[in-house]
């Protein structure tokens, strides 16, 4: 009964150490990408005054989708949690260079369309390997479970983010908000570096 009653509950994944630690991750990075890019949207629209150039910027998040089943066979051949910590880190680098660019007075328009492009291609294969690797992570009792607890962690941060990037960047400016991001980021790594090794199909197959 009581067995039952554990399989039945509903935050039960959290039993399961690899993914607290990849939920908690998944948190922190959305937190960190929609406030980011709600502060970029802001910075295109007060140096362009175009609603055109902001719905460009927007479009830029998304331009990894025609990547997505390239992304999914390689997280097929790969470890996937190393993948996984390897697209993060791209993510981070590019909010490092938003910060550094912030902070040199040097950040432009165009630099933001760049920057927002390369990570726009990371996007969509980071979410592609989070996917995966939720199902990597739990037995198939606990995998529905899992699901939507992660994507609560994700789709909630889309609220908050947002919101609380705005009164950020109203009391503190973009500066302070970038370098919050680039923290936040950093913690996002040190979170997967933590995920147990030999999560993907590579491990199980003989892939590198």
Do not use: C
């Not at 399961?16 to 910075?43: C, K, N, Q």
Request: proline fraction near 3%.
């Amino acid at each position: 009964m009581i067995d039952s009653l554990a399989r039945r509950a509903p935050l039960r994944s959290f039993g399961v150490r690899d993914f607290r630690l990849l939920w908690a991750s998944d948190a922190l990075g959305s937190w960190a990408e929609h406030t980011e890019f709600v502060i970029l949207s802001w910075f295109v629209l007060v140096n362009t005054d175009s609603p055109f150039l902001v719905g460009v910027f927007g479009a830029l998040r998304f331009v990894g989708t025609l990547f997505a089943p390239l992304y999914g066979v390689v997280a097929d051949r790969y470890n996937r949690a190393r993948l996984f910590a390897g697209i993060r880190t791209m993510v981070t680098v590019v909010t490092a260079a938003v910060l550094a660019l912030t902070v040199a007075g040097q950040l432009s328009v165009r630099y933001v369309f760049i920057l927002m492009a390369l990570e726009g291609i990371a996007r969509s294969g980071y979410i592609v390997t989070r996917q995966a690797l939720v199902a990597d992570k739990l037995p198939g009792e606990a995998l529905m479970n899992g699901v939507a607890l992660n994507s609560l962690a994700f789709n909630s941060m889309r609220a908050i983010g947002p919101a609380l990037g705005g009164v950020l960047l109203v009391f503190f400016g973009p500066a302070v908000n970038f370098l919050l991001q680039g923290i936040a980021f950093t913690g996002v790594l040190v979170l997967l570096v933590r995920l147990s090794p030999g999560a993907g199909a590579g491990d199980r197959t003989g892939g590198a």
